[in-house]
């Protein structure tokens, strides 16, 4: 593609075309209002992935006492696999660790096998099953955890850039 890709905090601008991504990626997308009430809060962490044209992805972490929450993480269905969920995760994770995260935290569908893949790349281990999580479907959630490594090299170096 020879795109190159930069990750930023999300704006209120950037809200629809991250909705558009929201609404293809899961069958109980959030709202409008939600993305804005994340936005609001300082213990949310919200950023999008930019391409020279558009925004072709986002993630949404929060964050607790010595834990961080990865809420969301989806990008455009033609920019995936060409590592743009990955900057994304090492951005959340860098954002965690520099918060004073311990541990990361979050729930996929056992059904998304690409996101489970790309977490386990990324360290995080499966700590339980949540039978029944996802609405509307009852799909189960798989729920992942990794312990956050205050060293800077396991994250990656640098800003949160890469050319595709």
């Given amino acids: 593609m ?4 930069s990750v930023d905090r999300m704006e209120i601008s ?7 991504i929201e609404r293809r990626s899961f069958k109980a997308p959030w709202t409008r209002y939600a993305f804005l009430k994340f936005l609001k809060e300082q ?6 992935a930019r391409g020279e044209a558009e925004v072709v992805g986002y993630g ?19 920019y995936r696999r ?39 790349r990324h360290g995080f281990q499966e700590l339980a099953i949540r039978r ?9 959630a798989l729920v992942m955890m990794k312990e956050i490594q205050f060293d800077e ?3 990656g170096p640098g800003p949160a850039t890469q050319s595709s």
């Fill in 60 to 78: 949404v972490a929060w964050f607790t006492p010595n834990e961080c929450h990865v809420g969301n993480v989806a990008v455009e269905e033609t």
């Fill in 82 to 120: 060409k590592g743009i969920g990955t900057l994304l995760l090492k951005s959340m994770l860098r954002e965690a660790r520099e918060r004073g995260a311990i541990r990361a935290t979050l729930e996929v569908r056992m059904s998304n096998s690409p996101a489970i893949s790309l977490y386990k």
């Fill in 132 to 140: 029944g999580y996802y609405y509307p479907d009852g799909e189960d």
């Fill in 43 to 48: 213990t949310s962490f919200c950023i999008v």
């Fill in 14 to 20: 950037d809200l629809p075309r991250v909705l558009e």
């Fill in 2 to 5: 020879g795109e190159s890709v």
């Fill in 153 to 155: 090299s396991q994250e």
